[in-house]
């Protein structure tokens, strides 16, 4: 079986989030936000592929989902006339918009992306070296992969889709900056 008994609340809720956000964008010509639900399908076909192989925590299966919950309705739903992912949560230093809904979102997906870098690595790794702070650097540099690849899907979209929500460098810059708090604590929580 492809999934675990206990997952099935999990894949019901992601196929209604799947299908919901992509009438919805579909509806408002969202092209910028069709394609992200077709990454996200991608990973979520990926997940399930690998699920009796890497047996993933229903911790971190729910963190993703989340990720994705966060992330879609972060590029659809709006506040005072913004969408959720320009929305400044707290005015921490206003030069650089920190702290936005898109750094909060990006600091949990891409914890709990290196959590599930970690459940990948761990059947991999001998007793003696599951833990330390080598590992650690290692686990971190993985969830950190995972931001750079998602930095490189937004600047595909960009090219594809003339007009995003997408900010240019100091974005990119920020974003990478909340993935590697993100994969930190990921790592605190994980040790």
Not at 125 to 148: C, D, H, R, T
Not at 156 to 179: A, C, W
């Amino acid at each position: 079986m492809i999934i675990k008994k206990s997952q099935i609340p999990m894949l019901i809720v992601a196929i209604l989030l799947i299908l919901f956000f992509s009438y919805f964008y579909i509806a408002q010509k969202n092209y910028e936000f069709i394609i992200y639900v077709g990454v996200i399908i991608f990973f979520f076909g990926l997940i399930l592929a690998t699920n009796k192989k890497v047996n993933y925590s229903n911790t971190s299966l729910w963190g993703l989902l989340i990720w994705a919950g966060l992330h879609m309705a972060g590029g659809s739903l709006k506040v005072a006339g913004n969408r959720l992912y320009e929305l400044i949560l707290i005015n921490i230093f206003p030069a650089y918009e920190i702290f936005r809904y898109d750094q909060f979102v990006h600091i949990i997906g891409f914890g709990v992306a290196t959590l599930v870098m970690f459940e990948i690595l761990k059947p991999l790794l001998k007793n003696s070296i599951k833990s330390g702070w080598g590992l650690g650097i290692i686990v971190v540099m993985a969830g950190l992969g995972v931001g750079a690849l998602n930095e490189i899907v937004e600047f595909t979209v960009t090219v594809l889709v003339p007009q995003t929500g997408i900010g240019g460098y100091m974005n990119s810059m920020l974003d990478l900056v909340s993935d590697f708090i993100g994969a930190v604590l990921a790592w605190i929580v994980i040790r």
